[in-house]
């Protein structure tokens, strides 16, 4: 049985079990239930479900009540029903496997994504309890189906939990905040953060959390005051000045701000999207009160080894709304380099530089980014369109007509790509071509 080891690498405890047969000996395993299991496995290869599952009906039988291949079989069987979107029938399937192998892991795993895929959260709240035991990045999952089913304070007992164990983040805060707004009990929750932080005044997150909600109110001197009583009883926290260089900032006190945001930028515990955050906050306010443009090189300073767009991303977003077009693109076309995979800065980027006429350097890149994004139909369009600006007619044809296929409900686009492609034949001297997208140009029906 060693095909077991290698095909059934989802159920890696069983395929040891099996393995562990003389590969020379099948034992009770008969040859209909190789030949049907491995049809089986084909036949989901290819997506044919529904012939994948007859074949496991075969597969069954030839087992007979040998329950390590009863379980293999039915794990199979309740992937196939859940590809199917037959979330019942998979559903008793997993069950199945987890009476023969009882609290494995990759079956677990496959159960609670079918239970989220359902909605079913109360019946993936034990199943989750089970995976965190072993792998406690599933504690944030539970606090996100306790959300989901309303046990907003348990919720916010595990968000407090793992920001006391792991730090503060992104989405962490974001659910917080949901469930907040959920509750709409703001008084109720600044009194409860109120009183534990009286009683552990050495909790960060307790007074971050209040923060927020002054904040949301409005009340922006309660807010600030927490976050100095915060330094207070902990002199060190990074964490207070995340909340501390807006208030300096809307308050034009520079310097502190300049010392706050100095400290989250290399903190350690902050992630990068808050650290993003603080710097759109900082561009929003130069770009207010331009006065302060020069402190901009050392607030970027920081992330000049940052490999992440988004910081050059912001800056050039900052320039060009300054209509500053050049330093703009220069920061766009560095961040793009950086960060070949970010798909908004790749767009900015390339339409900056049909906009300023760079049709050779928009070309190119439009290329690279086909061969990361194949399916983009506006990196076509694009592409179409600097190869029209640098009058490669031929080029500009091959990659719209391409682009066409991808395009998706959009009559706008379509009607661009029609018109690129006009002017291509048009250039070309195939006027019959040029003409018949003219036409169909036209036919199209545009939205107001």
Not at 181 to 209: V, W
Not at 247 to 272: P, T
């Amino acid at each position: 049985m060693f095909f077991f080891g290698i095909i059934c690498g989802s159920l890696p405890v069983m395929g040891q079990q099996i393995k562990e047969e003389p590969t020379d000996d099948l034992g009770n395993v008969s040859d209909a239930f190789q030949e049907t299991f491995f049809e089986a496995l084909k036949q989901k290869g290819i997506e044919n479900y529904e012939l994948a599952l007859n074949a496991l009906q075969k597969a069954e039988v030839a087992a007979k009540s040998n329950e390590e291949h009863l379980a293999v079989v039915y794990f199979e069987t309740a992937k196939n029903l859940k590809s199917l979107k037959k979330y019942p029938e998979a559903k008793s399937y997993y069950l199945r496997v987890l009476d023969i192998k009882n609290d494995h892991w990759d079956v677990m795993e496959s159960l609670y994504d079918l239970y989220y895929q359902q909605r079913d959260y109360e019946s993936a709240i034990p199943l989750v309890k089970k995976l965190m035991a072993v792998e406690e990045e599933y504690k944030e999952d539970l606090a996100n189906l306790y959300s989901r089913t309303q046990q907003y304070e348990k919720a916010l007992e595990v968000l407090d939990e793992l920001d006391n164990s792991w730090g503060e983040s992104a989405y962490r805060t974001a659910l917080r905040r949901r469930i907040y707004k959920a509750t709409g009990d703001s008084e109720g929750a600044i009194d409860n953060l109120q009183s534990k932080i009286d009683n552990n005044p050495q909790n960060e997150q307790d007074y971050l959390n209040l923060i927020y909600l002054y904040s949301e109110q409005g009340d922006t001197g309660k807010a600030f005051e927490t976050a100095q009583a915060l330094l207070k009883f902990k002199p060190d926290s990074e964490l207070a000045h995340l909340a501390l260089y807006k208030f300096y900032l809307d308050q034009g006190d520079m310097a502190n701000a300049m010392r706050s945001m100095d400290i989250v930028f290399g903190a350690s515990q902050i992630g990068n999207d808050n650290k993003y955050k603080v710097l759109s906050d900082f561009l929003k306010f130069v770009g207010e009160n331009p006065q302060y443009e020069s402190e901009l090189d050392k607030v970027i300073a920081p992330f000049a080894k940052d490999d992440n767009g988004t910081v050059y991303e912001q800056l050039g977003s900052f320039y060009l709304a300054k209509d500053e077009r050049a330093a703009a693109l220069r920061f766009f076309e560095r961040g793009a380099s950086l960060d070949p995979d970010n798909f908004s800065l790749l767009r900015n980027t390339l339409l900056l530089q049909i906009e300023v006429q760079r049709y050779e350097d928009a070309a190119r890149l439009s290329e690279e980014g086909l061969a990361i994004f194949p399916a983009q139909a506006l990196l076509y369009l694009l592409n179409g369109v600097a190869n029209n600006g640098l009058e490669q007619s031929d080029a500009a044809i091959d990659s719209l007509e391409m682009g066409l296929d991808f395009i998706l409900d959009d009559p706008k686009m379509e009607r661009d790509f029609y018109d690129q492609l006009q002017q291509a034949y048009s250039r070309k001297g195939d006027s019959k071509k040029a003409n018949e997208y003219a036409k169909k140009m036209s036919q199209l029906n545009i939205p107001n």
